[in-house]
């Protein structure tokens, strides 16, 4: 396939999951909507909700620097939007957990981290690293922590990001030629495609399956809480 055919294969794609993410898009997360009882799948519901318009918003910029051959701009906007997926998909486990062993645990912990977690903040509970969010996607999903190696390389001012996107070498009249899409961009245009595309359908996919998840996680949230009170421990 040519490099401009699956790049525009891989560009519909991306366009059809950042409209969906758009159309469902939150605007409001009620209390009254998902518990009464116990704050926290509350707390959960606000931390995905934030990561879906932080996605759209990643996701909907870096398609736009794609098309553009602007592949710094695009390739560090897709290097966030992977790390957004991947603490989805974080948050996804972490409800997994409590879902599958019917216990709350220490999960309320890591939501006060999730959603006002710093790392300049000393009043602050003390922010998640990112690199914790992609290992623990990687154990489901193999070479994701090499793939984000690999757009962290553009993202630093290192070759990749540099010489490699802004300089072509003119070894006959010993010379550089400086400009934006000189060098390797059709292959760094399809590589920011096909991560973007993927990160999406995964991020799709967590944000669905928290919400299937989510009836469950409310009644062991609820049911742990109402024990505690009626045993005095709350």
């Known amino acids: 396939m040519e490099p401009q055919s699956r790049y ?20 409001r997360n009620s209390r009254a909507a998902v518990s009464m009882v116990a704050m926290i799948p509350y707390k959960a519901i606000d931390y995905r909700e934030c990561l879906a318009w932080r996605m759209f918003e990643l996701s909907r910029d870096s398609l736009n620097h794609l098309d553009l051959c602007s592949l710094a701009s695009a390739i560090i906007l897709t290097r966030a939007a992977l790390e957004t997926t991947a603490a989805l998909w974080y948050l996804n486990r972490k409800i997994k957990t409590v879902v599958d062993c019917g216990v709350v645990g220490d999960i ?3 939501l006060m981290k999730l959603l006002v977690g710093s ?19 990687n ?19 290192n070759w990749a990001g540099t010489t490699g996107l802004y300089s072509m070498p003119n070894k006959e009249e010993f010379c ?18 096909i991560t ?5 359908m995964a991020f799709v996919d967590a944000y669905n399956s928290i919400a299937d998840m989510m009836p469950e996680f409310v009644r062991i949230c609820e ?3 109402q024990k505690k009170q009626e045993s005095g421990t709350v």
């Open 8 to 27: 525009y294969q891989e560009r519909d794609e991306i366009e059809k999951q950042i409209t969906l993410i758009q159309k469902n898009l939150p605007r």
């Open 108 to 110: 309320d912990n890591y």
């Open 119 to 137: 790392k300049n903040e000393k009043d602050f509970p003390t922010a998640i690293n990112v690199l914790t969010f992609v290992d623990e996607m």
């Open 139 to 157: 154990k489901s999903i193999a070479g994701f922590r090499e793939q984000y190696d690999k757009l962290s390389e553009f993202a630093h001012p």
């Open 176 to 193: 550089t030629d400086f400009g934006s899409g000189l060098n390797h961009c059709a292959a760094v245009q399809i590589i920011g495609a």
């Open 196 to 200: 973007l595309n993927l990160c999406l």
């Open 223 to 225: 049911s742990e809480l």
